[in-house]
């Protein structure tokens, strides 16, 4: 009996906390975001030194009713899954988790309490909780098409490392002897990848004749390589698979993006509401 219900308690909160389809899960959702936005906010008003001075044992006291309100909702997220673990190692779970660790840190290291505008990320879940299915797909759309040009944008990757490690080294040797400029061939890799990417501080600029020459190249050559990424991802996005997803999570892995009618999880193949 005991043991029922205590995954009867287990199963409510995790209705609540990872669910949006019930009015206690959609209130949460909304009370989460609304916390997460003014934590956010407070964070950067905090930064204002005028205000920081003014007003510090108020946003001393603020930071931490956010940091104890998430830390208590990490531990029901840890204890309403199945297998915490696989929660704490997903993609929310880590980001749940850097949410509450920079006002732990600072506590032993000064400087580090403004890394807790990385609770922005916790905002993603905004288009799960209102039902954006049409924006969710298309969110998995984009990130399939990556995943599936990734192969092809490493081995370009590694082309344009071998580009500009090539015209530094030329560089170098063109104006190493001419120009204080590009005094070693890192420095001279460094102008190389300003110059190919379009980007141009202009902190390095070559003297020589035949260094301007080479300078022009790489410049133009920069326009074409920008168009290679785009072209290869461009193409994964024309054939896009379709995805089917809603805002039920797995007791076991969770996870989302299951259809409307599934009862299994697709990942890891157990029951989604872990019964």
């Not at 931490?64 to 208590?72: L, N």
């Not at 190249?217 to 920008?226: E, S």
């Not at 461009?234 to 892995?253: A, D, G, R, S």
């Amino acid at each position: 009996m005991k043991s029922k219900k205590h995954n009867s308690l287990k199963f409510k909160i995790h209705e609540i906390i990872f669910e949006a389809d019930t009015p206690a899960g959609k209130f949460f959702d909304v009370a989460l975001l609304i916390f997460i936005i003014a934590s956010v906010v407070v964070a950067l008003i905090e930064s204002v030194p005028s205000l920081h001075n003014r007003f510090p044992n108020l946003f001393y006291i603020f930071e931490w009713i956010f940091t104890i309100f998430f830390t208590i909702e990490y531990i029901l997220r840890l204890y309403s899954t199945l297998k915490p673990i696989k929660y704490a190692m997903s993609f929310y779970g880590i980001i749940d988790l850097l949410a509450i660790l920079p006002k732990y840190i600072s506590i032993f290291f000064a400087g580090t309490n403004s890394l807790i505008v990385i609770r922005a990320l916790r905002l993603l879940r905004i288009f799960r909780i209102f039902k954006m299915v049409t924006f969710v797909r298309e969110a998995e759309v984009i990130s399939q098409a990556l995943y599936k040009s990734s192969r092809k944008i490493l081995v370009f990757l590694f082309a344009i490392l071998m580009i500009v490690v090539i015209v530094g080294s030329i560089m170098y040797l063109v104006e190493g002897g001419v120009n204080p400029d590009f005094d070693s061939i890192p420095r001279s890799i460094y102008w190389a990848i300003v110059t190919l990417t379009t980007v141009g501080y202009g902190d390095i600029s070559p003297n020589t004749s035949f260094g301007q020459f080479i300078a022009a190249f790489v410049m133009i050559l920069g326009y074409a390589v920008i168009a290679v990424p785009t072209g290869i991802v461009t193409n994964e996005l024309m054939n896009p698979k379709k995805v089917q997803v809603n805002t039920q999570c797995c007791m076991h892995c969770s996870r989302s993006g299951h259809d409307d009618d599934a009862t299994f999880c697709k990942y890891c193949g157990n029951l989604i509401n872990g019964e």
